[in-house]
């Protein structure tokens, strides 16, 4: 599936635990900062389809608002027991102090968008 860089926030706005919900080229993204790292997976948690933004960045992972999965940023993979699938994860690059995010050239399908938004905590 081809790819590409779309520009995505300025490097500066981004600080270390930080994540911003995004939509690029359809497509829903969160875009972290960790370990000093831009990382983006996309904003759809594996479990039960909820929204990850507004989830704890901690130590190169996200945890889902909903019911509390963890997932690696850097590798999408499910932390712990829980062994939910994956989430996929989109390149990122940072040029001229923007971070740009690769994402596919194709629409994503209903399965790749977020249906529910987490419970109040
Ligand atoms: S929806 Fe993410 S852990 Fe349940």
Same mark, same amino acid.
């Given at each position: 599936? /081809? !790819?590409?860089?779309? /520009? !995505?926030? !300025?490097? &500066? /706005?981004?600080?270390? $635990?930080?994540?911003? &919900?995004?939509?690029?080229? $359809?497509?829903?993204v969160l875009l972290c900062r960790t370990n000093g790292a831009a990382r983006a997976v996309i904003n759809r948690c594996t479990h039960a389809d909820s929204q990850l933004s507004g989830g704890r960045i901690r130590r190169g992972s996200v945890i889902c608002p909903d019911h509390g999965a963890i997932f690696n940023l850097e590798t999408g993979v499910c932390a712990g027991a829980a062994g939910y699938g994956p989430l996929k994860v989109f390149a990122t690059r940072v040029m001229d102090g923007r971070i740009a995010v690769a994402v596919p050239d194709t629409a994503p399908g209903p399965g790749q968008s977020p249906v529910r938004t987490p419970r109040p905590g």
């Open positions: 599936m /081809d !790819a590409t860089f779309h /520009d !995505a926030l !300025a490097d &500066a /706005d981004l600080a270390e $635990g930080q994540a911003r &919900a995004l939509i690029l080229n $359809g497509w829903p």
